[in-house]
C-alpha cells in the first residue's frame, strides 16, 4: 500500500505499477473499470482578513501543494483561463501545513468544501473562476481478480 500525490499514482497506475488505487481525478469514465465513490466540490479558501483585501489584490497570493497536485491543477488552469494573475507564495505537501499558511493570511488555497476549517471561509462569489468538480474513485486493473474485487467490495460497502 502506499500513499502518495493523486497524480503520481494515477500515473504509476497506467504504467501497471498497482493493481488497483483510490484516487481523485477529473473524470473516473476513462478508466474500463473505474468507480466514481464520491464527488468533491471545490472551493478557493483564505482566512478572513486576507478576504476583506483580496479583490484589491493585482496579483493572488497562492498557498498549493507541490506538483503534481490536482487541486493545485484545477486552480491553476481555472486562473489561467479566467487571465487572472497570480503568485505562489507557500507550498506544503502536507494537509496542515497549508492550513498553517491560509490561517496566517500568506494566501489562499483551494480544498474541498467539506474539508474546510470553520475558522476559514470560502470564497462564494463571481469574483474568482468557478473550480471544477473532482472524483474519488477506486480503479482497478481488470475486473477478473476476486482478491481485488472483494476488497472493491468491502470499500464500497464501508463508503455506503
Not at 468533491?40 to 484589491?56: D, F, G, H, P
Not at 498549493?64 to 491543477?73: G, H, K
Not at 484545477?74 to 499558511?101: C, D, M, N, P
Not at 500568506?106 to 473532482?134: A, E, H, Q, R, S
Request: glycine share 4%; hydrophobic share 40%; proline share 5%.
Amino acid at each position: 500500500m502506499e500513499c502518495d500525490l493523486t497524480l503520481n499514482l494515477l500515473e504509476r497506475f497506467k504504467k501497471g505499477e498497482f493493481d488497483i488505487v483510490l484516487t481523485k481525478m477529473t473524470c473516473p469514465k476513462d478508466f474500463p473499470y473505474g468507480v466514481n465513490l464520491l464527488t468533491e466540490s471545490l472551493e478557493w479558501v483564505c482566512n478572513q482578513s486576507l478576504r476583506a483585501t483580496l479583490e484589491k489584490e493585482q496579483v493572488l497570493p497562492l498557498v498549493l501543494s507541490p506538483q503534481p497536485c490536482i487541486y493545485r491543477t484545477h486552480a491553476l488552469q481555472a486562473l489561467e483561463t479566467a487571465e487572472f494573475k497570480w503568485r505562489i507564495v507557500y507550498t506544503s505537501s502536507s494537509y496542515a501545513g497549508t492550513l498553517a499558511a491560509v490561517k496566517a493570511g500568506l494566501g489562499l488555497t483551494v480544498l474541498p468544501k467539506n474539508m474546510i476549517p470553520k475558522n476559514l471561509t470560502y470564497i462564494n462569489n463571481d469574483f474568482l473562476p468557478k473550480l471544477d468538480k473532482v472524483h474519488i474513485s477506486f480503479l482497478k486493473k481488470s475486473d477478473n481478480n476476486k482478491a481485488i474485487n472483494s476488497f472493491e467490495n468491502f470499500v464500497l460497502k464501508k463508503m455506503r
